[in-house]
């Protein structure tokens, strides 16, 4: 089968349910910053970073290792079940840790009368990570349609929730002037404890539903391999460890690094404002699912890495479309916000253009993944942490998130160079560097041609702008898009 038509129907089972998906989950944005101040977002944006952290920890890159054992080794079963048994070994005694000593490391955390929330996230964040070999399996064995489905019930238990929570809650608890039933399940103090207790059950749900899965553990724990999954695991910790600081990091430092009285709100706003950049991310998620496992698969085909490379072309040529769309289309897509969220606009750009670096690197690993070279992985997150850390703290003093983003683009477009530099020493592919610079500086020349070139009419903008991205659709069908079609 062509496999780029197989990987993009994979893309599409994994991707249209989760567009969907995430679609609705982003009405939760809108919710949310309608409902909450900028403050209490941005509290809710804090404590979904430090739990970005955890996740990590919790997994520290076995699901990479899953795949790539899975393509090695006979028995399928005794990969997944010592993969399995390995998080259950690391996750039950953690989850023990943050329950006994919840109010020392809310404290820790800033938050000393909110030992609840550590409560919360615990097992939120056990159950997700007793759920990863799972869905993996579910990846590997090309049950694409279970596994986005799943991840769309998810969606769809927690966006329940949060609407039970903060509308028809207070709505009912009004109604009946707090008195009755509703006086013992709501509390008309808290608003982004609701936030993390829909999460919390749409957690717990999706592990309930994937317990047999999760348990079925009759390929035994086999030492010997599960040393090997370690061996080639414990560098992604770091890389983990170092792409969190990148990806999230910022949030923590404007709390630290801004005056007290603003710190929560410009949060609120950063986290809102990048939440704008949907489209890129579900994309890049999407594909991530799919591709992953394909590029495992598909490794010990002779033309692997004319495919990769040729996948490489058509990524960027998507994520650049994803780009121009919400650029040329922001003014649409800010309406998903709040009047109080949008005077960070100026920074959306700026983060969808990291975020097609993010992915782009992303598309790069493969080289170190499938030379077993994953330390390099970490050397490159390592260092993509330093220069995230460094330019933010030297950033948001001057000017406050808006350094943030710029510090998220410098980080991830040096990652992607190092990357690509690395990875033609120890896995050339034959990438079209010129074609893929080309397609992105027609890109980003559109917008800047768009933006300060705007008609006054929006009618005729907007014209415009449909017609600059059938343009840039119609140049990549003619180079690119119509030789991956025709391929069988």
Known sequence: MNPFKKLLGQTAIYGLPSILGRFLNYCLVFLHT????????????????IAAFMAVVLTYGMETAYFRYTSLEDNKDRVFSTSQYSLYFTTIPILV?????????AAFLGYPDNANYVVWF??????DALTIIPFARLRVENKALKFASLKFMNILINIGFNLVFLLWF?????????????????????????VFIANLIASAVTYIVLLPSALNLKGGFDKALWKKLFVYAFPLLFFGMAGIVNETFDRILLRYLLPHDIAESQIGIYGACYKISILMTIFIQAYKYAAEPFFFSYAKEKDAKQTYADLMTYFIIATSLIFLATTLFLDVALLMIGRDFREGKEIIPILLMANLFLGVFYNLSIWYKLTNKTRFGAYIAIMGAVITLTLNLILIPRIGYVGSAWATLFCYGIMMVVSFALGQKYYPIPY???????????????YFGATYFSPESTVLKYLLNAVYIILYIALAYFLDLRKAIRRR
């Open 34 to 49: 309608n409902i909450f101040v900028t403050s209490n977002y941005g509290v809710q944006n804090y404590f979904y970073a």
């Open 122 to 127: 615990a097992l939120m964040l056990s159950f």
């Open 170 to 194: 207070p709505t009912w608890y009004a109604n009946s002037d707090g008195q009755g039933v509703i006086a013992h399940l709501y509390n008309p103090q808290w608003n982004v404890e609701y």
């Open 97 to 105: 840790l943050l329950l006994l000593f919840s109010k020392p490391v």
């Open 432 to 446: 079209n560097f010129k074609r893929i610079v080309m397609y992105l500086a027609v890109a980003v020349g559109i």
